[in-house]
Nanobody, 122 residues
Framework: QVQLVESGGGLVQAGGSLRLSCILS????????MGWYRQAPGKQRELVAV???????NYGDSVKGRFTISRDNAKNTVFLQMNSLKPEDTAVYLC????????????????WGQGTQVTVSS
């Protein structure tokens, strides 16, 4: 069974830092992009950062220069280092894995984690 499990969320003061982790588990053969999205109450889900298996990174405009995404391909794990956090970064952060081939099946699927809450106080 394929699962995405996030960790590392919490409460932090403005200007502080947090590091999120996400592990893709199961009989994984390959996975393309892994990344993070976030959703705040009453707002649409938005891209935070994504990294492909080849190392190409893309960031949402609101986090450029403050957040850094990294990935351990051997462990199917993705990290998000969040620095200089602002109250507007408060949201549920969801991990995403795209084009996952697993379980001996010749098909690609996308997976989402349950989300981890990040709260930044002013």
């Amino acid at each position: 069974q394929v699962q995405l499990v996030e960790s590392g969320g919490g409460l932090v003061q403005a200007g502080g830092s947090l590091r999120l982790s996400c592990i893709l588990s199961g009989s994984i053969f390959s996975v393309d992009a892994m990344g993070w999205y976030r959703q705040a109450p009453g707002k649409q889900r938005e891209l935070v950062a994504v990294v492909t298996s080849g190392g190409r990174r893309n960031y949402g405009d609101s986090v450029k220069g403050r957040f850094t995404i990294s990935r351990d391909n051997a462990k199917n794990t993705v990290f998000l280092q969040m620095n200089s956090l602002k109250p507007e970064d408060t949201a549920v952060y969801l991990c995403h894995a795209g084009r996952v081939v697993a379980g001996g099946e010749p098909y690609e699927y996308d997976y989402w984690g349950q989300g981890t809450q990040v709260t930044v106080s002013s």
